[in-house]
């Protein structure tokens, strides 16, 4: 069997996608690379694009119930690997555009439609049909690129085994395969898959290579069938540690992995993961285990990096931000390849071009991965364009095309300035009507927020190693997760050296005035109540008179504060914010009566919600809106505008998008944004409403009369009144608390204050005149809920009392 798919099988999936289909999820097949579809009129491309994760991908179609030609070559055009046409139609598709694309169908165990661009045989029933000598004419025929697919209710486990022995590329449906290992009704899609690979190892692990989404291989890592379904279902990287089990990459270092593809080598005894990778692969500071990219994978590396954080004034900041200055050097650089006439001149000017020219790209958010696939996009096309030089350039090389001249144009207008963004690439909130209740349910809804099975199983064995192993464990997690691997104490004890506190001048000040503000505001609160580490944490800690700093972070930091171990002392309470793997740690230990701690709150992403009217000023606004977009994707940005005009929405819309563009982290932004509503609302009365069901985490009124408006506020994790005062003081230097409830909890919580650290006990202390006060009552309430011992317990001090009278 000569193929490039990444595994000797196809999954089967309806036309119409997976979005309500049993068995696998369209996420499922994506990182698999490679569905069949049994095209139909009601093919849809939302479908199509669903399934695709990586540029190894490989759709196959079923094109039988297609009506005309045309149909087929567009879908050829749209990058199908191949189609299959019933065996009478494939006369007509000669030519060399469909070589090794285009192949005939049977619905018969017969090898003589064969062909050298291969073979699709349906209805094979192995529990029905003699299929050892169609096996046997398979070996003996040697028949190339033979795909065979199963009737429906057949045997899959037996299918696949003929399939194997055929060297025939098996389609197997995916409602009937499962990533589920509780669901034995269909069949395990790591058990399919670790039937085609060999390992000649012990254990059974297979040797994996993993690469980003250019191809650029950044290490090597061991796969069973546990990590290889848990990847797959859950979409990251999950590998095999030789020693520790499973591992998902980034658990605690936040250097995480979308998983994009899987396949096999030619040999089936190598995986190949494709990833999209966060922070670096390796534990050393490079980006891969084999070293540090190179060539046009690190230029696009390094663009990235500069498109953040270059410093203002520079080259490649003015590239960014001036785009008349960037299309100047991209014509330029290709007039002077077009000139440069030695291969060192050459090879010169296309490194230059290629510079400019991912600098264009990676402004407009576009990936090299995007340009490789662009590129093969354009390689599956079987409909080629002439290909003539256009216009100008054509007339400036004296080329003469043979179309035929068109009528004379009419005056051109004039294009608009490059500096200036088309709509669709403008940073704009989308506008909700309030009046529609569903349209604005749908925009206040937040993003999914849950803890997975996934996360809960990684989790739970770091808890019960810590709990049982004490500093041990939390030592040989901290070494595998955070590399800190010279740490021999997992806390760090007072008084706290002073080198471990060298702190430039304006930071201590900086930490102190902050920290005076912080005490101030919660001994206010006290009167009331009453009627790994940098230097800038060992400081505060100093300041706040902290026992110890605990050197680790992650689940294995949550699970030593609940227990306690050898070093760190057991807790009471676990306050402040992480990654989804701290956040479902607190919540076990919380709810496990041995730990016998509680935590300050659940969490979800960050938001923000601004109120604003007529007066407000739309630069204050949007830097308001962008200091919590920035904080990622997934954070809730909404403008509540009361009473506004259509000129000051304008404006408002104008400032987010230049300010974000001037941005660092404009594509975080930029994605935040992208699903950021803004709401024009009447009077402050309906505004109010609205702030309070959706309960922000952030509320900011940038209002005439704030002050008079907090009173309405009944659901907020924090209010930040006037247009003086914007969401960032809060978060340093105003004195009040940075960890908020998020996700509708500011409904349920308080953000924490001094009562989040403080429990109120409380006492009685009746005379004997007391209990003759309430006794009646306590004994016939206690008689009304059949509580006999607790009723007796004031009648028979009743009784001593009238027998001593």
């Not at 079987?382 to 095309?401: L, S, T």
């Not at 009361?642 to 563009?661: G, S, W, Y």
Request: proline share 5%; with cysteine; aromatic share 6%.
């Amino acid at each position: 069997m000569e193929t490039t798919l990444p595994f000797p099988f196809l999954i089967s999936v309806p036309s119409s996608g997976l979005a309500n289909a049993e068995g696998l999820t369209a996420g499922e097949v994506s990182v698999l690379g490679s569905p069949f579809i049994e095209a139909d009129a009601g093919l849809k491309d939302e479908a199509w694009k669903a399934l695709r994760r990586s540029n190894d991908f490989h759709p196959h179609f079923d094109v039988s119930k297609l009506g005309s030609k045309d149909e087929v070559l567009d879908l050829l055009d749209r990058g199908a690997r191949k189609v299959f046409v019933p065996a009478g139609q494939f006369a007509d598709y000669e030519g060399e555009e469909f070589v090794s694309r285009v192949a005939p169908i049977v619905a018969t165990l017969d090898l003589s439609a064969a062909t050298a661009q291969g073979l699709l045989i349906t209805n094979v029933d192995p529990q029905v049909q003699d299929l050892e000598k169609f096996v046997a004419d398979c070996e003996a025929k040697k028949v190339q690129d033979l795909f065979l697919k199963p009737v429906e209710e057949a045997d899959l486990e037996q299918f696949i085994g003929i399939a194997q022995r055929c060297k025939a590329v098996a389609i197997l449906p995916s409602n009937r395969i499962t990533t589920d290992k509780n669901d034995s009704s269909r069949f395990l899609l790591s058990k399919l898959i670790a039937a085609y690979w060999k390992s000649d190892r012990p254990d059974g692990l297979i040797a994996t290579v993993v690469c980003d989404e250019a191809g650029v291989a950044l290490g090597m890592a061991y796969t069973s069938e546990e990590s290889i379904n848990e990847g797959i279902r859950t979409q990251a990287g999950v590998y095999q540690s030789r020693k520790r089990g499973l591992w998902v990459k980034g658990l605690t270092s936040g250097d995480t992995q979308e998983l994009l593809g899987i396949g096999l080598d030619c040999d089936n005894d190598t995986l190949k993961f494709t990833v999209r990778q966060t922070g670096r692969f390796c534990h050393l500071p490079q980006a891969g285990c084999f070293g540090n990219l190179s060539g046009v994978s690190k230029l696009e590396k390094v663009l990235q990096q500069r498109k953040e954080s270059a410093p203002v004034g520079s080259y490649t900041a003015r590239l960014f931000s001036d785009e008349k200055l960037l299309r100047a050097k991209i014509m330029e650089e290709a007039e002077e390849l077009c000139d440069a006439k030695t291969s060192q001149e050459v090879a010169f000017e296309a490194a230059d071009l290629i510079y400019f020219a991912l600098t264009r790209a990676v402004s407009a958010g576009v990936s090299l991965s995007d340009i490789n696939r662009s590129l093969d996009e354009k390689s599956w096309k079987v409909k080629r364009r002439k290909g003539d030089a256009k216009g100008k350039w054509a007339k400036k090389e004296g080329i003469k095309n043979d179309a035929p001249t068109p009528a004379p144009a009419p005056a051109p207008v004039a294009a608009p300035a490059p500096v200036e963004e088309a709509k669709s690439d403008r940073i704009v909130m989308k506008r909700v009507d309030p009046n529609d209740s569903s349209e604005l349910s749908q925009a206040l809804k937040r993003p999914s927020q849950k803890s997975t099975e996934t996360i809960m199983k990684i989790i739970n064995p770091i808890i019960e190693e810590v709990r049982t192993g004490g500093d041990k464990a939390v030592l040989s997690y901290t070494h595998k997760f955070e590399k800190a691997t010279s740490l021999t104490s997992p806390v760090l004890r007072a008084p706290f050296p002073k080198e471990l506190m060298d702190l430039p001048a304006e930071t201590i000040e900086a930490i102190d005035i902050s920290f005076e503000n912080i005490r101030k505001f919660h001994s206010a609160q006290k009167k009331r109540s009453l009627s790994g580490i940098t230097p800038e944490i060992v400081y505060v800690a100093h300041k706040v008179g902290a026992e110890s700093i605990v050197l680790a972070g992650g689940a294995q930091a949550v699970a030593a504060m609940a227990y306690g171990t050898e070093s760190v002392s057991k807790v009471d309470k676990i306050l402040g914010p992480g990654n989804q793997f701290v956040t479902a740690a607190k919540m076990f230990v919380s709810n496990d009566t041995n730990a016998g701690v509680s935590i300050d709150m659940p969490a979800g992403p960050s938001e923000v919600l601004v109120i604003a009217d007529q007066n407000a000023e739309p630069a204050f606004i949007a830097s308001d809106l962008l200091s919590q977009a920035e904080h990622g994707v997934d954070s809730q940005v909404i403008l509540i505008g009361v009473d506004l005009t259509e000129e000051k929405l304008r404006a408002i819309d104008d400032e987010v998008h230049n300010q974000a563009v001037a941005l660092p982290r404009v594509d975080i932004v930029r994605g935040a944004i992208a699903h950021s509503i803004t709401i024009p609302v009447k009077d402050i009365e309906e505004a109010m409403k609205i702030s309070n069901d959706y309960a922000p985490e952030h509320l900011i009124l940038h209002l005439d009369n704030a002050e008079a408006v907090v009173e309405k506020v009944t659901n907020a994790g924090s209010v930040f009144i006037g247009q003086w005062t914007p969401e960032s003081v809060g978060d340093y230097s105003a004195g009040v608390n940075h960890s908020l409830p998020t996700y509708g909890y500011a409904k349920q919580y308080s953000g924490v204050n001094l009562a989040s650290f403080v429990k109120h006990i409380t006492s009685s202390n009746l005379t004997a005149e007391g209990l003759k006060n309430v006794g009646t009552a306590v004994m016939r309430l206690a008689a009304v809920e059949e509580l006999e011992a607790h009723r007796r317990a004031v009648s028979i001090r009743l009784e001593h009392m009238a027998r001593n009278a």
